[in-house]
């Protein structure tokens, strides 16, 4: 257990809405991650943080940002939410080795 | 750019059989990890490979990274109910570590 909580864990929203997923961890890891995972598309970084106030883009950040005031906190926001931004979403931080530990994941779904 | 495959991305076995599946990237790598993802769960760390021709071992899984550092390979042995999930290989992105790049998994199923 990485000590990484994801809240909700489901989410039903529509078209248009913004929407804000949380990711916390007690641990006080440096590095951060948001990841999608979609069938046939294995997991796609979204965004990572690598300090507060420090973040940067990952392979498909378009139509979401994120932001990381505290250590243990780095929220995923989708602005105006799409069809297309259907998915699961992980959080992930990194820990010894290089290896990243994933959070129980965000099941969104936008009608 | 960089990427990081997958062969089969899909395989089905009878329980106690062996069998290997496969992780190729489009770059030298500075080490690869493997996680695994039981359905409905979540991807979890399994194992990191560092050095040219490493073999790593757990019970059954048996991981190698290749002599080239472009490829590495994962062999289960006498396959169980419990090593039903996708496995994913990752390698790091770029020439730094802070990023990596999944392949897109390899779901295994077994047949009891």
């Known amino acids: 257990d990485a000590g990484i909580t994801q809240s909700p864990r489901h989410k039903v929203t529509e078209t248009g809405t913004p929407v804000t997923l949380r990711c916390h961890q007690t641990e006080n890891h440096r590095y951060m991650y948001w990841y999608r995972q979609d069938p046939g598309h294995g997991l796609r970084l979204i965004h990572y943080s690598y300090g507060v106030k420090d973040t940067d883009k990952g392979e498909v950040s378009d139509g979401y940002s994120v932001s990381r005031s505290k250590t243990e906190d780095f929220l995923l926001t989708l602005e105006s939410a799409t069809s297309s931004q259907t998915s699961v979403y992980f959080c992930?931080?990194?820990?010894?080795?290089?290896?990243?530990?994933f959070g129980d994941g965000t099941r969104l779904s936008i009608l | 750019g960089q990427q990081v495959m997958q062969i089969p991305q899909y395989q089905h076995v009878q329980e106690g059989e062996d069998f290997t599946t496969y992780c190729n990237s489009s770059?030298?790598?500075?080490?690869i990890q493997w996680y695994k993802q039981r359905p409905g769960g979540h991807p979890v760390f399994l194992i990191q490979l560092v050095k040219s021709g490493e073999v790593k071992k757990q019970k059954r899984l048996t991981f190698q990274f290749g002599e080239a550092k472009k490829n590495s390979s994962l062999h289960i042995t006498a396959t169980q109910t419990t090593d039903v999930g996708t496995y994913f290989c990752?390698?790091?992105?770029?020439?730094?570590?802070?990023?990596?790049?999944f392949g897109k998994g390899m779901k295994l199923t077994v047949n009891p």
């Open positions: 770059t030298t790598l500075s080490n």
């Open positions: 992930a931080v990194r820990g010894e080795v290089q290896a990243q530990h």
């Open positions: 990752a390698g790091p992105k770029g020439g730094g570590s802070e990023k990596l790049v």
